[in-house]
């Protein structure tokens, strides 16, 4: 990729953020290089259906992601396939280090690394991942036809995967720490009319129990009361959230105390010239739409610092850097 190139932009991660700035700033006309450890698309490429994209009815995750990725290599994007192991701000340009051992020289970053899914944390969770514990029902759910699982968790993603899930499976628990869903009312009522679904509500899942065959049983306990029981099921799938992949962030750019990075209106950090976007950066919506729209503003912004860069202006770094929070 050339040691002493210095590109207008580098975009770390190729999901529906760094795509939709990868398509602004090739419009832009910014030497620009997406860098994408696995497959573009991001997290959406595991998602059934769609229903929420403006201008798109419904359409599939992958389908959504794929057409990500024509459009902004219909401007010529260049998506390289690696992964990068450290960013390192500079005055000058930024420094993203390479798993190849390469470097790129950038005048300006945008960080699009996304999220992923958090984990119960209870026995059995880890050693029988792949064997009956799964976070992803599109790619898993095929192996639970006419079976029983239980999905824990009460958001968009629960209800939606719990949705898809029964379409599979003979019966589907799912299991929710409140008596209320936290998922949208659309999903909510969907959730109520689909008669495989059954809510076990006010109710932790404790542990997760198989047998040679893999899963067999989770542990349940109710949050309110003192009951305890054992619930049969051939899988366990975990939908509770997920936490921001901040490690490339950059030691002194500004967290919360939940790991999600601080920026401006222009989604930059407290490092000129460096931008966070999509699910990694604090904000009240974690939406598809959000993080396209969070990816045309970053590159915008980029090309005015970049111009302006260019055109001889300094650009320091903040003589002291704040104290990290979140979970670096
Ligand atoms: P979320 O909205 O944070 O919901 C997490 C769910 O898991 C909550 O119901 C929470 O319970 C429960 N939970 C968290 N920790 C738990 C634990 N230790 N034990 C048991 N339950 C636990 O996460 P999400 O559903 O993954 O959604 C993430 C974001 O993406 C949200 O902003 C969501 O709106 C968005 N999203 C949107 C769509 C869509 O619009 N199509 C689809 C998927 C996701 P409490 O409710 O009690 O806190």
Not at 95 to 110: A, D, M, P, W
Not at 120 to 141: A, I, N, Q, T, W
């Amino acid at each position: 990729m050339g040691e002493n190139k210095v590109y207008d932009l580098v975009i770390v991660g190729g999901g529906p953020g760094g795509l939709s700035a990868g398509i602004y700033a090739m419009r832009a006309a910014l030497v620009t290089v997406l860098v994408e450890q696995s497959i573009p698309g991001g997290q959406v490429v595991l998602s059934d259906e769609v229903e929420n994209y403006p201008g798109i009815i419904n359409i599939s995750g992958a389908e959504l992601s794929q057409k990500f990725v024509e459009h902004a290599q219909s401007y010529g994007l260049k998506i390289v396939n690696q992964e990068v192991t450290e960013v390192l701000p500079g005055l000058e340009y930024h420094t993203l280090k390479l798993g190849n051992e390469e470097t790129l020289k950038s005048y300006s970053v945008i960080l699009a690394t996304g999220g992923s899914p958090r984990t119960l944390d209870v026995s059995g969770e880890r050693e029988y991942y792949g064997k009956g514990v799964s976070y992803c029902g599109v790619c898993d759910g095929f192996f639970f036809r006419n079976k029983t699982v239980v999905v824990i968790g009460g958001g968009d993603t629960a209800a939606e995967e719990a949705l898809y899930l029964s379409k599979l499976a003979k019966k589907v628990y799912m299991v929710h720490r409140r008596e209320e869903l936290r998922a949208g009312m659309i999903l909510q009522e969907r959730i109520k009319s689909e008669c495989k679904i059954e809510m076990i509500w006010n109710t932790q899942c404790t542990s997760i129990n198989a047998g040679d065959e893999g899963v067999n049983s989770v542990s349940l306990q109710s949050t309110v009361d003192d009951k305890k029981w054992n619930l049969p099921t051939d899988g366990a799938f975990i939908f509770i959230g997920f936490n921001p992949n901040n490690k490339l962030v950059p030691r002194g750019v500004k967290m919360n105390a939940e790991g999600y990075v601080i920026t401006d209106e222009k989604c930059e950090t407290n490092i000129p010239g460096l931008y966070v976007i999509g699910d990694l950066r604090a904000k009240y919506a974690r939406q598809i739409v959000v993080s396209a729209s969070d990816g045309c503003i970053a590159a915008l912004a980029a090309a005015h610092y970049v111009e302006n860069k260019k055109a001889g202006e300094t650009c320091e770094l903040p003589e002291q850097i704040p104290a990290v929070t979140g979970n670096k």
